[in-house]
């Protein structure tokens, strides 16, 4: 009878339990759609791509070009597959050659970079009498994030060659998207958060590659959702 008083008030006196995200608290996940994107390859004269397979980019003869995809991954989400928290999680890998061009200069630098954007639409954002917090401005339909999944240079001697491979992961923490960052972040009402969370959402994936000195790059993409 001791044992169970003592357990009794230090239940009543414990201090409550403080989380940042309460909506997501203790739910189990839902996985959600999940996608491969079409290999992404720049190369330099002399390098082949096959298009059927992959998405080519052509690079100048000194290795330096851009590439940009704006629908690398497509992913769909039915209304009512999420209570409170989308999350994505991106895994990839990349392949990317620097190489010396020229005769002339002692050392040249060579760098990449792949960045990705993330779109999240929803037909609730189209309402032009919303506004987003962070802009100043209306969403006309969606929210946008971008980041830096690599950057990568290298100072090469004359006629050198490096090959590198690198892993590339993007995990969910606070969310792709979340009822109390609609609120909080964006400045929704809680009824319209519920709306655009609850809603049919739609997830675009868009990458950038800059390249200066690359002989060639290979980036291999997949995606996948889950939510509360």
């Known amino acids: 009878m001791r044992k169970l008083i003592v357990c009794l008030l230090l239940a009543l006196t414990a201090p409550a339990f403080a989380a940042n995200d309460p909506d997501s608290i203790g739910r189990n996940v839902r996985y959600l759609d999940y996608a491969v994107a079409k290999p992404i ?10 298009p059927a397979l992959n998405r080519c980019f052509p690079t100048s003869s000194v290795g330096n070009g ?15 597959y999420v209570r409170s928290l989308l999350c994505m999680v991106i895994d990839g890998h990349a392949v990317y050659v620097f190489r010396y061009f020229g005769t002339h200069t002692p050392r040249k630098k060579s760098a990449i970079q792949f ?37 990568a240079e ?3 001697e004359m006629s050198e060659i490096e090959q590198h491979q690198q892993e590339l992961s993007s995990d969910c923490t606070k969310g792709l998207l979340s009822r109390s960052m609609l609120v909080n972040e964006y400045g929704l009402s809680s009824f319209t958060a519920d709306r655009v969370i609850r809603g049919a959402l739609k997830v675009t994936l868009r990458v950038n590659v800059m390249n200066r000195g690359v002989q060639s790059s290979l980036f291999e993409v997949s995606g996948r959702l889950y939510s509360d």
């Open 41 to 50: 390859i720049t190369f330099s004269p002399g390098i082949a791509c096959d």
């Open 66 to 80: 851009n590439a940009s995809v704006s629908d690398a991954l497509v992913l769909d989400v039915a209304p009512s």
């Open 115 to 151: 960045h990705r954007q993330l779109k999240i639409e929803s037909s609730v954002l189209s309402d032009p009498n919303l506004i987003n917090r962070q802009t100043g401005q209306p969403f006309n339909g969606s929210i946008e994030t971008m980041s830096t999944m690599l950057f």
């Open 154 to 156: 290298s100072h090469l």
